[in-house]
């Protein structure tokens, strides 16, 4: 194969001798157009284990096109495989633990509302169902492997009223200084880093809302809105030109581009942390995160995406935040609120987006890498340790929010009545347990912050009026379920289980 060259994964359920032959033409025509294909009509030999190679070629390939037909969605829904071609199906377990960024679905349906699989509901969709429109839907598809947008982004120019000035953050002087006290702050202001900036906005934020005072709240967050809304624009325009294709290189850009919101991140947290009722709801920027003001829908997924990884660190500190300061339940408030997400019709609990709960895209779309990201952003981010003190704070505070996550996503499976699949250990998880990578000390202190208000824990799963004994009877087989996610993730590295494994034993006795 010639380098450069996409290489994809096709799967697909084996519905009739029709649909192998529709399947076939198709990677043929791909194959024509300068994308090499994996299937399993040529590259599956007698003899092979057909589940390896449908891994294998998940693994591999750059991209993996889902054709979904009725048949492929319901096999895919309800995670049947492991025999025979069965196998060829791409389940949701399986997306999960890759991430949603390599998969493109492709509806082959009768139907005039087409069906999607769960693991990627969300996703844009390429429709070659329809004879008349299969030459247009196609060229997408081949744009979309071969990253060559339809349009191209033209440069971005230079803002005719845009000054050299640091913006003024401090929204608590309202009278103007003489003009000696101007010249000396404009000066300071060229010379400070970037974290000295954020860490003004962020000590504003919390004077202004331990005082209470929602006029200058307001000014606050317009001026931090102004300053990221210009950052995030030139951040694209600088990388999309010239975007490279090796994660080595992609995940410092990636970086870079979640650091232009810091500002409201700042102030957000400082919102929470103030423990004010008017203010530590910061759901309202998750409008900004998710929406950048004038944001291009096409081009580069990564690029397109991007602010679902913005929202992915954004929830992370939040929810740290919230365990750090005994806020248990204004975490749960924010990541249980319905969230229309970019390229969705209707909308979900924020949780169950699984990219912005663990698996981000612009992080590799792997959960273990979007972790490790998230975990040692204060070594970046030197202004959180205004917030935490120090790194295994931080840390701990984070691992104390994900093990209350878990406990959440136990509650909701308990309330949705799905205590026989959990029994049989067929639960998928949504929210990552990469949190046990961490070192033993460092879980010790999230384990001591999640219990520290027990009565609130409690509360996860009283407030929903199920009872402690239901809690009680399926914990076992819940811990049970994690400890096979870790089997499964940590493959090859050592993990003691479940770390919260004794939680309902000691609330409940």
């Known amino acids: 194969m010639e380098e450069g060259t996409p290489l994809v994964f096709v799967s697909y359920s084996h519905d009739s001798p029709d649909h192998k032959k529709w399947v076939a033409e198709l990677a043929t025509k791909l194959l024509g157009n300068g994308i090499d294909v994996i299937l399993d ?12 190679f449908m891994e294998r070629g998940v693994r591999e390939a750059d ?3 889902m054709i979904c037909t009725e048949p492929y969605v319901h096999k895919s829904n309800e995670g049947k495989g492991g025999v025979g071609y069965e196998a060829m199906i791409v389940t949701g377990e399986l997306v999960r633990d890759l991430g949603t960024s390599k998969f493109i679905p ?7 509302d087409p ?13 070659l169902t329809d004879e008349k429109i299969f030459d247009e839907e196609f060229e997408k598809l081949l744009r979309e492997l071969h990253g060559t947008p339809p349009v191209k982004k033209p440069p971005l120019g230079e803002n005719p009223f845009r000054t050299r000035k640091v913006p003024d953050i401090d929204a608590e002087k309202e009278s103007a200084p003489d003009r000696n006290e101007s010249s000396r702050e404009d000066e300071d202001n060229r010379l400070l880093s970037a974290d000295v900036v954020i860490v003004r906005y962020y000590e504003n934020a919390f004077k202004t809302a331990r ?5 200058q709240w307001r000014k606050l967050v317009q001026k931090a809105r102004g300053h990221v809304n210009q950052a995030i624009q030139d951040w694209r325009s600088t990388h999309e030109k010239s975007f490279p294709n090796t994660w080595q290189e992609i995940l410092p850009i990636a970086m870079s581009g979640a650091a232009t919101y810091a500002p409201l991140i700042a102030i957000a947290l400082a919102g929470v942390q103030s423990g004010q009722t008017k203010f530590n709801n910061q759901r309202a920027i998750l409008d900004d995160i998710l929406y950048p003001r004038n944001w291009n829908r096409s081009g580069r997924t990564i690029l397109v995406d991007f602010p679902t990884t913005l929202a992915f660190v954004y929830q992370g500190l939040h929810g740290a935040v919230c365990l750090a300061t005994d806020q248990l339940e204004t975490a749960i408030k924010l990541v249980s609120a319905p969230i229309e997400f970019p390229g969705m019709s209707k909308s979900i609990p924020f949780w169950r987006h699984h990219g912005t709960m663990g698996w981000p895209e612009a992080f590799e779309g792997k959960c273990t890498t979007g972790w490790s990201t998230l975990s040692n952003l204060i070594e970046q981010w030197n202004w959180l340790t205004q917030i935490f003190g120090d790194v295994e704070e931080y ?3 984070l691992c104390a929010y994900y093990m209350a996550l ?3 996503e136990y509650v909701d499976t308990l309330e949705s009545g799905n205590t026989k699949a959990l029994s049989e250990g067929r639960i998928t998880l949504e929210i990552p347990l990469c949190y046990e990578s961490e070192n033993d000390d460092i879980k010790r202190r999230a384990y001591r912050l999640l219990t520290s208000d027990p009565e609130a824990v409690m509360r996860l799963w009283r407030s929903r009026g199920i009872d402690d004994n239901v809690v009680k009877e399926n914990w076992a087989a819940w811990i049970s379920v994690c400890d096979g996610w870790l089997g499964n993730v940590y493959k090859f590295g050592f993990h003691s289980g479940a770390s919260h494994s004794k939680l309902l034993r000691e609330l409940l006795g």
Request: hydrophobic fraction near 35%; glycine fraction near 2%; aromatic fraction near 10%.
């Open 395 to 397: 840390k701990a505070s």
């Open 106 to 112: 492709i509806i082959k349906q009768d139907s005039a």
């Open 63 to 65: 991209r993996v096109l």
């Open 115 to 127: 069906k999607l699989p769960v693991s990627v509901s969300t996703r844009f969709y390429i429709n």
């Open 406 to 408: 878990n406990v959440y």
């Open 41 to 52: 009509q040529w590259d599956l030999r007698y003899g092979d284990d057909v589940p390896k």
């Open 211 to 215: 005082s209470s005072d929602l006029v």
